[in-house]
């Protein structure tokens, strides 16, 4: 089985920044799983924001956070983390850890589809 917690969501001031992360409980090792984190408001699908495929070395990221957003992760934690700088009012959504099993393609890793794993998200404020 896996499990999904975020952490670290809360309410901020445009301009500020927030890090949020994902402490997962694998069912093969942590590095073997590409880790997304994906975002969503009431009503509304969830949109990609960042990706890190299963071998750490490639990140991706939706445009809108480009250039603002970093995905990370820390395996010998189990945890992955989005660090999100300069938050904007567009921001505001419930963030969502996923895991997918191998994942290594950017056509599959920004697809909400491709993640079996979901977590149970954390809700990031962005207002003045």
């Known amino acids: 089985q896996v499990r999904l917690e975020e952490s670290g969501g809360g309410l901020v001031h445009p301009g500020d920044s927030l890090r949020l992360s994902c402490v997962a409980s694998t069912v093969r090792p942590f590095s073997h799983y590409a880790m997304g984190w994906f975002r969503q408001t009431p009503g509304e699908e969830r949109d990609f924001v960042a990706a890190i495929d299963w071998s750490g070395a490639n990140t991706f990221y939706g445009n809108s956070v480009k250039g603002r957003f970093t995905v990370s992760r820390d395996v010998a934690k189990n945890t992955v983390y989005l660090q999100m700088d300069n938050l904007k009012p567009e921001d505001t959504a419930v963030y969502f850890c996923?895991?997918?099993?191998?994942?290594?393609?950017?056509?599959?890793?920004?697809?909400?589809?491709?993640?079996?794993?979901w977590g149970q998200g954390t809700q990031v404020t962005v207002s003045s």
């Open positions: 996923a895991a997918d099993l191998g994942g290594s393609y950017v056509n599959d890793l920004i697809r909400e589809r491709t993640y079996k794993d």
